[in-house]
């Protein structure tokens, strides 16, 4: 499986973006699909995620209300809608899925997902 992100940018506090990763390959069935990020000097962080079983989505409390995660099935392709920008979403964002469905409670855990995206930059400035 190979995840290919893209969308990030520098933009300006309350502007808009939209993330994408495109998975290839043979992701698994009901296969949980996330976004990560990781700011400088801190530790990778949950976003947002989808449960592909049941097309449930979740955030963190952080992006709620602001950010939209949705997926394209026929084009294999995860979105995530950023508005509202502020200076502290500036972080390298990543896609990830899994082999495997897995229980929804743990849908926010980064060591249980097999499979990365290279990582888009996302520059907010105040």
């Known amino acids: 499986v190979q995840l290919q992100a893209s969308g990030g940018g520098q933009v300006q506090a309350g502007d808009s973006l939209r993330l994408s990763c495109a998975a290839s390959g043979r992701t698994g069935n009901y296969a949980p699909m996330g976004w990560f990020r990781q700011a400088p000097e801190k530790e990778r962080e949950f976003v947002a995620g989808v449960d592909t079983w049941s097309d449930t989505t979740y955030y963190a409390d952080s992006v709620k209300g602001r950010f939209t995660v949705s997926r394209d099935k026929a084009k294999n392709t995860l979105y995530l809608q950023m508005n509202s920008l502020k200076p502290e979403d500036t972080a390298v964002y990543y896609c990830?899925?899994?082999?495997?469905?897995?229980?929804?409670?743990?849908?926010?855990?980064?060591?249980?997902?097999?499979?990365w995206g290279q990582g888009t930059l996302v520059t907010v400035s105040s």
């Open positions: 990830a899925t899994r082999n495997r469905q897995i229980i929804a409670s743990a849908i926010n855990r980064a060591e249980l997902y097999d499979y």
